[in-house]
């Protein structure tokens, strides 16, 4: 479900049954956790230490070595680093900064946290990414820095995007709660630009549950962000209260309460070490679609989701398929609650950010100003994608659809 509305979408599969049950109950998202998730969280709570600790330093520990970037500050969600990544690069204000409209609504009111303009910019047609020339098309004299989505799990093509944020002196800040375990040319998500935001949201590619991890090579990003993420306090718990430690802390700035837990990073220090084997299944999930798509009656009435390149690990967060609304005889609603109806859970990713009545009100955005990202939202359903969803139950969504998805 990643993200809108969150819980609704396992609830719209639960809820799909109505009179006569569905053959079949394939949630939009289900968990991959196993028995060493289990007892990793029973070894923490018999430690009886269980907020930030040491599972959370040896959990930055290990996804800073995983992704080889310079610090890693876990986090209570992806929202708490996007905004403590703004907050350290000193975004006030009067400040813009340029945001993919086609993303959750952690990327813009992070910005508006700080009193800050999110300035949307449209995407690319064909990867959901926004692109260095949709990003300039919004770059204006109060732009303070520049922010990307990996949506799905495809990274956004970061050089022209750097090359332009170099160009105009500008941060780069990447999102990327969709993008774990995601590279191009070796190049971890969330790493090559000033710093990045991983998520550990309960629908992730890697969850805690809820969590996140702040990544960047700046120690005065690292540094500001581990102060503020627990009061803007010089020492966090586990530096006081743990073996050696002094009682004696001091307020350095007015701070925010978004510090893991050990429960939290003993479930993520498993996840990570699985992150790969989940990402192949997740794979094989995205490849059982193509093939089952492009054998079935309706393989001219659905755009099916970007490929990795040859270079790129794609995490295939999400399967984003489109509808071609010209061809087809239902709406993209229809299409949705038929598919509840035999059981499929499926979400939308993303209503864009102009279209949402805040920025609509607050900006006077109009659905025609970003108008890529308004025509990939009506046809855009995100079908099921988990390690554990058979190749059985991924052709019976497809079986389903072919169904459902009448020729005009
Ligand atoms: C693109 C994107 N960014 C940020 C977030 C926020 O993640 P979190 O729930 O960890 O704050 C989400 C969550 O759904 C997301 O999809």
Not at 6 to 25: C, E, I, L
Request: with cysteine.
């Amino acid at each position: 479900m990643t993200a809108t509305p969150k819980p609704a979408a396992v609830a719209a599969a639960q809820s799909s049954a109505g009179d006569a049950a569905p053959a079949r109950h394939i949630p939009f998202h289900r968990p991959s956790i196993g028995q060493a998730e289990r007892d990793a969280v029973m070894e923490v709570l018999d430690s009886r230490w269980l907020t930030t600790g040491q599972r959370t330093v040896a959990f930055e520990e290990a996804v800073k070595n995983r992704l080889g970037c310079g610090h890693a500050v876990a986090v209570n969600s992806a929202t708490a680093a996007l905004h403590l990544i703004l907050e350290a690069l000193g975004i006030k204000a009067g400040d813009e900064v340029v945001v993919p409209t086609y993303t959750f609504a952690a990327c813009g009111e992070t910005v508006r946290y700080l009193g800050a303009r999110p300035r949307l910019a449209d995407v690319d047609p064909v990867t959901f990414n926004a692109t260095a020339a949709t990003i300039e098309a919004q770059l204006r004299p109060e732009t303070k820095a520049i922010m990307v989505v990996h949506f799905g799990g495809l990274m956004a093509d970061m050089d022209p995007i750097l090359e332009l944020a170099r160009s105009r002196n500008l941060p780069v800040i990447e999102d990327a709660a969709h993008a774990l375990p995601c590279s191009r040319d070796g190049r971890e998500a969330g790493t090559v630009g000033t710093a990045g935001a991983l998520s550990f949201y309960a629908t992730k590619t890697v969850t805690t549950g809820e969590g996140g991890m702040l990544l960047t090579d700046s120690p005065e990003i690292a540094n500001r962000a581990r102060s503020m993420r627990l009061h803007g306090l010089t020492r966090d718990a586990w530096k006081r209260y743990s073996g050696g430690g002094s009682w004696y802390y001091e307020i350095e700035d007015v701070g925010f309460k978004y510090n893991l837990t050990d429960v939290a990073a003993a479930i993520g220090l498993v996840q990570l070490d699985r992150a790969e084997a989940m990402r192949v299944e997740r794979e094989r999930v995205a490849r059982r679609y193509d093939r089952a798509f492009a054998a079935s009656a309706i393989a001219d009435l659905v755009e099916l989701p970007a490929a990795a390149g040859p270079n790129e690990v794609h995490a295939w967060h999400l399967y984003p398929i489109r509808l071609h609304l010209d061809r087809v005889a239902v709406t993209r609603a229809e299409a949705i609650d038929r598919l509840a109806e035999a059981g499929v859970g499926t979400s939308v990713h993303f209503i864009p950010l102009h279209l949402h009545p805040y920025y609509r009100r607050t900006y006077g955005y109009a659905p025609a100003d970003l108008p890529v990202a308004n025509l990939q939202f009506e046809r855009e359903i995100s079908l099921p994608i988990y390690p554990d969803l058979s190749d059985d139950e991924v052709d019976y969504v497809v079986d389903r659809l072919a169904t459902i998805l009448k020729p005009q």
